[in-house]
């Protein structure tokens, strides 16, 4: 049978790779995101769009009784919306604070709460949660991401473990410097929130080592992370965590590896040697 999949955050980067891979694999794709127009391209080839903002409710259950009504099934749930606003936590509005919460960590688990019980009903079904190597470590400037991914992390783990009875596998993708348009919109966030307060100085340098790993020669495509996801919803018996894209198996083990104040203390170094 053909298998239905959904992927958020289909409008650019990861999301639209993985839409036009699953496309080639015959799979039907459905591809949510506010801006439908960035998605003409994709819908062209076949993907059917899905008009969704994973902070409103209402467009999250729209989107999956449209699937359901339409397919009756869904297979795999790429929860792939993600959204990253940097700033010393001293600088950043809560509600800054609240709205990436609730994008990389409330959205995703209401689309979680919305597929479960079909997936249930098959007794099969597949959730990739796209997480970030900094749901492992954290940096400077990066508290409200860095906690919003941690938490996806934690969750994956539990709900992995409630599921398995059904069927159903939960896994995580761990994707290290993308060239993706996410990359800008953080550093430029950054700098606005934190680059004229006291922070500035390790600020300017902060971006700059964020401009040098997302650009550089480091940095992987996004269509690497989709193959990562492809894996992931085809394996027989997928691993828990795929961490994928540059420096993210080296991050992994660093962070493993070193202590906490060891690892400040490298994060830290690598930030303070560039030149601004």
Known sequence: MTKTILITGASSGIGKETARLFLQKGYVVYGAARRLEKMK????????????????????????????????????????????????????????????????????????????????????????????????????????YHAAKFAVEGLSDSIRMELKQFG???????????????????????????????????????????????EGSMASEPIVIAKAIAKAAETNNPRTRYAVGGGAKIAKIMRRILSDKAHDKMMLGLIKRQKV
């Not at 709460?113 to 954290?138: C, D, F, Y």
């Not at 993708?173 to 390790?202: D, F, M």
Request: hydrophobic residues 40%; aromatic residues 6%.
């Open 41 to 144: 391209d994709i819908k062209a080839l076949g993907v059917r769009l899905l008009k969704m903002d994973v902070t409103d409710d209402a467009s999250i259950v729209a989107g999956i009784d449209q699937i359901i009504s339409t397919e009756g099934q869904i297979d795999v749930l790429v929860n792939n919306a993600g959204y990253g606003s940097y700033g010393a936590l001293e600088d950043v509005p809560l509600n800054e604070a609240r709205y990436q919460f609730e994008v990389n960590l409330f959205g995703l688990a209401r689309l979680c709460q919305l597929v479960i019980p079909h997936m249930r009903q098959q007794k099969a079904g597949r959730i990739i949660n796209i997480s970030s190597i900094g749901g492992e470590a954290g940096e400077p400037h990066g508290s409200w």
């Open 168 to 214: 159903i596998k939960v896994v995580v993708i761990q994707p290290g410097a993308i060239k993706t348009e996410w990359n800008t919109i953080a550093r430029e966030n950054l700098l606005k929130v934190s680059g004229h307060t006291v922070y500035g100085e390790l600020v300017r340098q902060h971006t700059h080592f964020l401009k040098s790993a997302d």
